[in-house]
Structure formats: structure tokens, C-alpha cells
């Protein structure tokens, strides 16, 4: 994998992963290249099926295709169901990291090795009303717990404020972990991501953070997505 691999080492540093769901489609190779240019540590690859969530998005295919553009990790979220016939697709096409929904599998504990079993990082994602013990007996197979901050479906969402006390209890549960030797687990969130709110988001627990709209809609006026990712990590580094 990339260089973006490493945990960050302390709770001052994160990552940074532009959603491409709030993307130009019609200029996606070089909105790709203008993220990773402006400093993105992961693209964010929002993959959704009408099924499990109500939206049609993207598949393996754009992802092979942005692959030549894309010198840093990509980070497949599949929000589909079932999700196990897609996964050797998506590692095929040139996926790093790949997430899907513990209720979107019938073998949470098969479907995390899986992924692994095809040379990709592992995560859960947990929506807004899951709970987060479902990842209490899988956590040794676990490389990224990703929570939602919005209900899943559709970019430009308002962030959910209590995302924030399930950050701090995913932490804890995470540290706890890795203190009793655990492997390495990023914690991810997604959805709602903003310049005014990604320092209480990193001060409850997050190292990485999705950010869609907040960094494609930047107006070119201000500085485009430049501008926005130094923002986003200026204010990031507050907490």
C-alpha cells in the first residue's frame, strides 16, 4: 500500500480522504489528480447499489480506471449487499483499503477475511443507529472502524451530533485493543465533514477523516481544494 498506511503516531495527526461521490463525473481523472495535488492522504470511493442504500453510484470499473491517476491509497466504502462478490473485483481493480456494513453480510468474520485474503486493508462501517458492539468479536480481523455521520445514500448531508460520544466510545474500545497488542485500526468518519467541525471530530477520537463537498464544492475564487484541505488541516490540528 501507499505511504498513507501508517497509523498516524499521534492523536495531532490524521488523514484526510476527499469523497469522490461529490466529484465532477465528467472530469474524473483530473478532479482525482487535483485532490491528490492539494495534499489527500486517501480518495474516498463511495460505492452504492440502489439496494442497500437509495442511490446508484460507481463500480470496479471507474476504480480500475482512476488507479494509473491515483499515487496514494483508495478506500472503497461498499454500501451494497450482498457485499462478498464484489470484494475480489474491487481488490483486482486497485483497491487498498475496502469497508462494507456488518448488516450487509451474513459472515461478518468471513467477509473482513476476505478482503484480507485478497491484500487489502478491512473495515466496518457502523451507521448512525448500529451499535458498535458488533465489531467486539471481529476487532483481530479489523483494520478500520468507519462511522457514519449521516445516514448513507447521498452526499452534502449534515453532520449527526451524536456521531460525536460514539467516536469517543469507538476509541476507547480501539485503544483498548492495541494496549493488549491489538493491530494497528484507523478511525474513520464520513458524512457532514466541515472546516467549522473536523476539530471537535478529531478531539472525540477520529485520525481519519472523509470529507466530500466540504472539498469539492471550494470555490475556485477562494483557492479550490487547496485552500480547503490547508483549512481542513489547520483547523484538524486545533484539537
Not at 81 to 86: G, N
Not at 203 to 216: E, H
Amino acid at each position: 500500500m501507499s505511504h498513507s498506511s501508517a497509523r498516524p503516531s499521534s492523536a495531532a495527526d490524521f488523514l484526510i480522504a476527499p469523497s469522490l461521490l461529490s466529484a465532477d463525473f465528467a472530469m474524473l481523472g483530473q478532479e482525482v489528480r487535483n485532490v491528490i495535488d492539494s495534499g489527500a492522504d486517501w480518495i474516498h470511493f463511495d460505492v452504492m447499489d440502489n439496494h442497500y442504500v437509495p442511490n446508484l453510484t460507481i463500480g470496479p470499473l471507474v476504480c480500475e480506471a482512476i488507479r494509473p491517476h491515483v499515487k496514494i491509497g483508495i478506500d472503497v466504502h461498499l454500501m451494497v449487499e450482498p457485499v462478498d462478490a464484489l470484494i475480489p473485483l474491487f481488490a483486482k481493480a486497485g483497491a487498498n483499503i475496502i469497508t462494507f456494513h456488518p448488516e450487509a453480510s451474513r459472515h461478518v468474520d468471513r467477509t473482513l477475511q476476505l478482503i484480507r485474503d485478497h491484500g487489502c486493508k478491512a473495515g466496518l462501517v457502523f451507521n448512525p443507529a448500529t451499535p458498535l458492539a458488533l465489531m467486539d468479536h471481529v476487532m483481530d480481523k479489523v483494520d478500520v472502524v468507519l462511522l457514519m455521520s449521516v445516514n448513507p445514500g447521498f452526499g452534502g448531508q449534515k453532520f449527526i451530533p451524536g456521531t460525536l460520544a460514539k467516536l469517543v466510545d469507538a476509541r476507547q474500545r480501539i485503544d483498548t485493543h492495541m494496549a493488549n497488542g491489538g493491530q494497528t485500526i484507523w478511525l474513520e468518519v464520513d458524512g457532514g465533514v466541515k472546516v467549522d467541525n473536523i476539530a471537535e471530530i478529531v478531539r472525540a477520537g477520529a485520525d481519519t477523516l472523509v470529507a466530500g463537498s466540504a472539498v469539492f464544492g471550494a470555490p475556485d475564487n477562494n483557492g479550490g481544494y487547496q485552500a480547503v484541505m490547508k483549512l481542513l488541516r489547520k483547523n484538524a490540528r486545533q484539537a
